[in-house]
């Protein structure tokens, strides 16, 4: 039994461990085209030894593109449960807007809410506004940077309960290689201080490759880390994970 459940966590921990920071460039569908795109994913299992263990994922992407905006919205939804102890669950949903100034400039706005039962955040909503810069863009390789600032209210998953409500900076730099048009690898790393506290700071970096392997499926090999300075209650100061999938994009 305790072999199961651990091989359920690490297979459903390798998915959602990265949602305590949401990688928006990883999210972000490349097109020269107007209009809505999406993927979207599923997994279930169920079994029965001595207890019942159920284990749930649920995943959800749509972009509207026009010629000068982007809309993306972001779902997901995890649980893992073994008899009548809950182990993992946890969800959230994220919406942004980017507009286009000028050719090497953009503008985002951004609104998110999430709970996380591994790093004991009870309930975190954010809110944030600030500008993405173009550094360098070529057919095999873009630099972007950001500099966003976001209002956090967040509630811990702890007796007695902890609340925050903090403006938080969050700044990331992310690169694009583009070897051939059936591989992508972005890499994304974020540094989010809180301004009147330097040393409460968060540092997340993101490696993602994407492997077309026909016109709507593509492999991926994911690869996040996250240091967290004073993370929820006792959740652990440094996870990371390695994982790989197949995702359906339409």
Same mark, same amino acid.
């Given at each position: ?153 967040? =509630?811990?998953? $702890? ?9 938080? /900076? #969050?700044? %990331?730099?992310? +690169? ?33 490759? =994407?492997?077309? $392997?026909?016109k709507h499926f593509w492999v991926s090999v994911?690869? /996040? #880390?996250? %240091?967290?300075? +004073? ?20």
């Open positions: 039994m305790r072999a199961l459940l651990l091989t359920l966590f690490v297979l459903y921990f390798s998915q959602t461990a990265s949602s305590q920071i949401v990688n928006i460039e990883s999210s972000r569908m490349q097109s020269d085209t107007t209009g809505w795109m999406g993927n979207a994913g599923a997994s279930f299992a169920f079994t029965k030894y001595v207890e019942e263990v159920t284990l749930i994922n649920l995943h959800a992407h749509l972009q509207y593109k026009t010629k000068k905006s982007l809309w993306l919205i972001l779902g997901d939804y995890g649980f893992l449960k073994g008899g009548s102890e809950k182990f993992i669950a946890n969800s959230f949903g994220h919406i942004r807007f980017n507009h286009k100034i000028n050719s090497w400039l953009r503008w985002e706005a951004f609104g998110q809410a999430q709970n996380n039962y591994i790093t004991q955040i009870d309930a975190r909503y954010l809110l944030g506004t600030g500008p993405r810069f173009k550094l360098f863009d070529t057919k095999h390789f873009r630099l972007y940077a950001a500099c966003l600032f976001m209002y956090e209210h967040e =509630k811990e998953r $702890t007796k007695p309960v902890v609340t925050h409500s903090d403006i938080r /900076n #969050s700044s %990331y730099v992310s +690169f694009t290689i583009l070897p051939d048009d059936n591989i992508e690898i972005i890499s994304t790393t974020f540094y989010q201080p809180l301004p009147k506290e330097m040393k409460d700071f968060r540092v997340l970096n993101q490696s993602l490759m =994407k492997i077309k $392997t026909s994911l690869w /996040n #880390s996250l %240091y967290d300075r +004073f993370p929820a209650g006792n959740a652990p100061k440094t996870t990371y994970n390695f994982s790989m999938g197949v995702n359906y994009e339409f």
